[in-house]
Each structure stands twice: as structure tokens, then as C-alpha cells.
């Protein structure tokens, strides 16, 4: 008796129900390596866009000035999916603006990609983080 008793009290995960959990938790593992970095990036992005904006006045319009500026920040950031050419000069009534939008796609898994978009822009001049 004593031992159909004690097997009712028993409870915990089988070897089975165990490496199922495990499989489960490196995925996402897996995926957070191969998203991390584009994540990362992002942040540097944001970080030299914002540099940028901050030593522009309001009506800054050199283009050329804003681009160089933000290769060199991308350079010290490490930046490697975008450059500055890829970055728009906003012109509008409350001042100009720096506009970033790009997508970066990692392989993920034999024939599957995760594509991720970025978008940031920031009004030049501007003290604060953008929209």
C-alpha cells in the first residue's frame, strides 16, 4: 500500500518532457543569438543619428556635412549594415529632420531569414532621441 501511495504524491518532468523543454529554450536561445547583433546595431544607429543631430543646427541643409558625420559615427559604432548615404535629409515647416529606414536580414536556419526593418529619424539640432 505504501507504494501506490507514494507514487501518487510523486510529480516532476520526465526525461522525455525534459529534453522537449530543452529543445524549446535553445531555440529561442539560437534565436536571440542570430537577432541580437542586428538589435545592437540598431542602438548604434540610433546613437550616431542622434550625435549627428545634435551638432546640426535647425536648418542645417549640407547634406554632404550630415553623411560624413555619420560615417565616422558609424565607424566608431561599429556600424556595419547601413551607410550614411542611406540616410534622408527631411525638409519641412518645423525644421529638418534626419531619417534613417533600412531592414537587415540574418539566415536563420538552413533556408529560413529573419528580416528585421529599422526605422529612426531624428530633427536636427534636437537635444532628444526622435521618434
Not at 58 to 75: A, H, I, M, S, V
Not at 112 to 118: C, N, S, T, W, Y
Request: hydrophobic residues 45%; aromatic residues 12%; charged residues 20%.
Amino acid at each position: 500500500m505504501n507504494v501506490v501511495a507514494s507514487k501518487r504524491k510523486q510529480s516532476g518532468i520526465t526525461l522525455i518532457g525534459f529534453i522537449i523543454v530543452m529543445v524549446v529554450a535553445g531555440f529561442f536561445a539560437y534565436m536571440g543569438m542570430v537577432l541580437g547583433p542586428a538589435y545592437s546595431e540598431y542602438y548604434g544607429v540610433v546613437k550616431a543619428m542622434n550625435f549627428v543631430a545634435a551638432e546640426a543646427t535647425p536648418n542645417t541643409t549640407d547634406y554632404e556635412t550630415l553623411r560624413k558625420g555619420l560615417d565616422r559615427q558609424f565607424n566608431v559604432g561599429y556600424v556595419e549594415s547601413v551607410t550614411g548615404k542611406e540616410a534622408k535629409l527631411i525638409r519641412d515647416k518645423a525644421g529638418n529632420r534626419l531619417e534613417m529606414t533600412y531592414e537587415v536580414r540574418k539566415p536563420f536556419i538552413y533556408n529560413i531569414d529573419f528580416v528585421v526593418k529599422f526605422s529612426h529619424s531624428v530633427a536636427l539640432g534636437s537635444k532628444t532621441a526622435g521618434d
